[in-house]
C-alpha cells in the first residue's frame, strides 16, 4: 500500500534563516505531488506542484521553492524565512493521470518562524 | 474562477445531536468534483468522499451522509448522533475535471471547526 511521509513534524526557525521541509511516498511510481500551506485561518493553499522529476509549477509568487530530485520525493525550501512564512505545511499525492482523484495528504510539518 | 465557501466557522454541539456542514461552491465548468476531508487535531486530514457533478444522488456512509444539490451548488454534510470523536475541522474542496492529471487543483474551503461536547 501507499503511504507518504513528512518531516520534520514541528520546526521553529529564526528569521533569515534556510528551510528544508521533506516529502516522501512509498508504494506507488510517478505520482503527481503537492505542497500546501494552512495559515492561521485554516483555509488550505496551493502552493506548488510537481508531475515528475524536476518539473515544479508555482501557484502564488513566494518566499518558498520547491525541488523534485527524485521520483517520489519533494522538498519545499526557503534561502531565508520570514515571520509570514509560519504555519503548517502538507504535502499531498495522487497517480499519476487520477486527475480528479483524492490527494492523500502527510501528517505535516507545523513552521513556527521567530 | 472556482470558489469554495463554507460559510460556518466553528459550530459547537452536544453529543447525540445531529449537525450539518454547509458547503456551498462556484465553478464555471459543467464537470466537477466535490471533496469532504476531515481534519482532526493531529493535523492530518483525512479523505471523506469524492461525488461527481453527474451524480446527485445523495449518500450516507453510516453516520455520515452527504446532501449535493445543484440547483443550489451545494454539497453539504451531515453527521448523525454526533460523537466526540467527530470533533475535527471539516473541509470542502472543488476540482475542475479538464483534463486530468496534477493541473486539476483541488480548491479548498476554509474549513468548519466542530466541536463535539460531551
Known amino acids: 500500500s501507499q503511504t507518504i511521509h513528512q518531516w520534520p513534524a514541528t520546526l521553529v526557525q529564526p528569521v533569515g534563516s534556510p528551510l528544508s521541509l521533506e516529502c516522501t511516498v512509498e508504494?506507488?511510481?510517478?505520482?503527481?505531488l503537492y505542497w500546501y500551506r494552512q495559515a492561521a485561518g485554516r483555509g488550505l493553499q496551493l502552493l506548488f506542484y510537481?508531475?515528475?522529476?524536476?518539473?515544479i509549477s508555482s501557484e502564488v509568487p513566494q518566499n518558498l521553492s520547491a525541488s523534485r530530485p527524485q521520483d517520489r520525493q519533494f522538498i519545499l525550501s526557503s534561502k531565508k524565512l520570514l515571520l509570514s512564512d509560519s504555519g503548517f505545511y502538507l504535502c499531498?499525492?495522487?497517480?499519476?493521470?487520477?486527475?480528479?482523484?483524492?490527494?492523500?495528504f502527510g501528517n505535516g510539518t507545523r513552521l513556527t518562524v521567530t | 474562477a472556482q470558489k469554495v465557501t463554507q460559510a460556518q466557522t466553528e459550530i459547537s454541539v452536544v453529543e447525540k445531536e445531529d449537525v450539518t456542514l454547509d458547503c456551498v461552491y462556484e465553478?464555471?465548468?459543467?464537470?466537477?468534483?466535490l471533496f469532504w476531508y476531515k481534519q482532526p487535531p493531529s493535523g492530518e486530514l483525512v479523505f471523506l468522499i469524492r461525488?461527481?457533478?453527474?451524480?446527485?444522488q445523495n449518500e450516507i456512509s453510516g453516520r455520515y451522509s452527504w446532501n449535493f444539490q445543484k440547483s443550489t451548488s451545494s454539497f453539504n454534510f451531515t453527521i448523525t448522533a454526533s460523537q466526540v470523536v467527530d470533533s475535527a475541522v471539516y473541509f470542502c474542496?472543488?476540482?475542475?475535471?479538464?483534463?486530468?492529471?496534477?493541473?486539476?487543483?483541488?480548491?479548498f474551503g476554509t474549513g468548519t471547526l466542530l466541536a463535539v461536547q460531551p
Open positions: 499531498a499525492w495522487r497517480g499519476t493521470g487520477e486527475g480528479n482523484s483524492p490527494l492523500h
Open positions: 508504494g506507488t511510481s510517478n505520482p503527481n
Open positions: 474542496a472543488l476540482s475542475e475535471a479538464g483534463y486530468g492529471g496534477a493541473t486539476n487543483k483541488l480548491i
Open positions: 510537481s508531475v515528475g522529476i524536476g518539473q
Open positions: 461525488r461527481n457533478s453527474f451524480d446527485e
Open positions: 465553478t464555471r465548468d459543467t464537470t466537477y468534483y
